[in-house]
């Protein structure tokens, strides 16, 4: 079974950045379509955004314009970059592939 690895999570002071990183096999990788999505205490995993295998993104509309998501195909890795961090935007941060399970995600805490 092929999983997703995410990593990059941690403690922030509000308005600082972090970047997430999630890897998976190069087979899985190539042809899929990666997200992210996070989820909250208490709340629904909720979409952040989702890049194609081409690196078109997608954002939520939440998201637009304080995170970023890229992809290198060549390290079959999906990146995202948050900026401007709130203490809203602490959750579970999870990397979506539909060819696999969900990984055990990356927790954000934002928090002075």
């Known amino acids: 079974q092929v999983d997703v690895v995410e990593s990059g999570g941690g403690l922030v002071q509000p308005g600082g950045s972090l970047t997430l990183s999630c890897t998976t096999s190069?087979?899985?990788?190539?042809?899929?379509?990666m997200g992210w999505y996070r989820q909250a205490p208490g709340k629904q995993r909720d979409l952040v955004a989702s890049i194609t295998t081409r690196g078109a993104p997608y954002y939520a509309d939440s998201f637009q314009g304080r995170f970023a998501i890229t992809r290198d195909n060549a390290k079959n890795t999906v990146y995202l970059q948050m900026n401007s961090l709130k203490p809203e935007d602490t959750a579970v941060y999870y990397c979506?592939?539909?060819?696999?399970?969900w990984g055990q995600g990356t927790q954000v805490t934002v928090s002075s």
């Open positions: 979506y592939c539909p060819a696999t399970s």
């Open positions: 190069r087979s899985v990788f190539r042809d899929n379509v």
